[in-house]
Structures are given as structure tokens and as C-alpha cells.
């Protein structure tokens, strides 16, 4: 059952839904009141809340008895609630039997009571005049770096890349191999070929 408190503060041509803080919200419990939900079309089956620190990438439930005192209200986890909020919302279409779940992300901005905030979108609209970010998911553009992002060190020799100025001074380079080394094994060659050549 959706929560419905209209204040004498809030115009009544809003067409989003407005989040109002409860007098005693703050991070260890965070409560509030949701105006101007559309349910022409169903109604609410659960709203929940998340945070960008200890709850990221976690919805949290509301806790059921806050709707005996007509708000919704959500219990700390072992860690308090950090600013801002997002909040998510899910109501059950009465036609369809389907579900819809609308995404207010960094809506709520402090904890001062009866504070309000606009949600940015309301249930029971055509779809083309819902904004984007009010119906995916608060975390879902974050990714988890791929390895190709980040790649491992797999061996612990160093290749060394090597430009030559022109073509005489190209040499042949080994995968794995300094460079250095390379050039100092091919001065050893000529030098010990030429101590040869004057002893012969």
C-alpha cells in the first residue's frame, strides 16, 4: 500500500514524485514520506534505498512497520546511511500483472526534516516521456575493469622497443631480451673475430 502525505508546501501540478524527509530521519534511520505517486495504474509493492559507500551496488528494503505511521522507513545495516541517497521504487501494474521499478539516483541530498526532494519521474506514464536515468539502474553504468584494461606482469623480462635512425643501424631485436645486450654480444663477436684474424 503506497503512502500518500500531501503538504500544503508542495504544488499540487507536480507531476513527479516527491520524496518529503520524516522530522526524525538521519543516517542510522532514514525515513520519509512519498507524494504524488501516480496509481492509476497499481500499486506500490516496495521501495528501497542505497547510498555510494557502505550500501553501493545494495538496495535496501523498507522496514513494514513504518507504514503504520504512514512513511517508509529503512533500519541501518551495522553502517550508517551516507548522503546522497538513491532511492528505487517498484509498483505492480493492476492490467498487466507485470512489475515496474522506477530509479531516483542521488535524489535525497540531507537529512533536514520534512525536507523535499523531486524523484524526476511517476508511474502510470507513456514511455516516452520518462527520462533515462529514471528507469536504469543506479549502478548499472559502473563496470568492473576487464584484465585487458589493466594487464597483468606474466614475466619478469623486460623487452625493450628499439627505432632505428635508418636502415644500417636496424638490428634484429629478441622477444624478452634487452636490447643492451644484444648490441654489447655483437661488439664481443667482432672484437674476439678481429683479435683472430691479427693472430692467424
Not at 37 to 47: A, D, M, W
Not at 79 to 87: F, I, K
Request: net charge negative.
Amino acid at each position: 500500500t503506497a503512502i500518500l502525505t500531501p503538504t500544503p508546501n508542495i504544488s499540487e501540478s507536480i507531476n513527479d514524485i516527491i520524496i518529503q524527509n520524516h522530522n526524525d530521519t538521519d543516517e542510522w534511520w532514514v525515513a520519509f514520506y512519498l507524494n504524488h505517486v501516480n496509481l492509476s495504474c497499481g500499486e506500490i509493492v516496495n521501495v528501497e534505498i542505497s547510498d555510494n559507500y557502505a550500501y553501493k551496488n545494495k538496495w535496501i528494503d523498507y522496514d513494514p512497520a513504518g507504514l503504520t505511521y504512514d512513511h517508509y522507513s529503512f533500519l541501518h545495516q551495522n553502517s550508517t546511511y551516507t548522503l546522497p541517497l538513491s532511492v528505487r521504487i517498484t509498483m505492480n501494474n493492476d492490467e498487466s500483472d507485470s512489475t515496474k521499478t522506477l530509479y531516483g539516483c542521488d535524489v535525497i541530498t540531507d537529512w533536514e526534516g520534512l525536507n523535499t526532494f523531486d524523484f524526476g519521474s511517476n508511474f502510470c506514464q507513456d514511455k516516452s516521456k520518462l527520462a533515462q536515468n529514471s528507469i536504469k539502474d543506479c549502478f548499472e553504468s559502473e563496470t568492473t575493469p576487464s584484465p585487458t584494461d589493466h594487464p597483468s606482469i606474466l614475466s619478469t623480462a623486460t623487452s625493450y622497443a628499439y627505432s632505428p635512425q635508418n636502415e644500417s643501424d636496424a638490428v634484429a631485436s629478441v622477444p624478452g631480451v634487452p636490447m643492451d645486450y644484444i648490441i654489447g654480444g655483437i661488439a664481443a663477436t667482432i672484437v674476439v673475430f678481429c683479435c683472430f684474424m691479427c693472430c692467424c
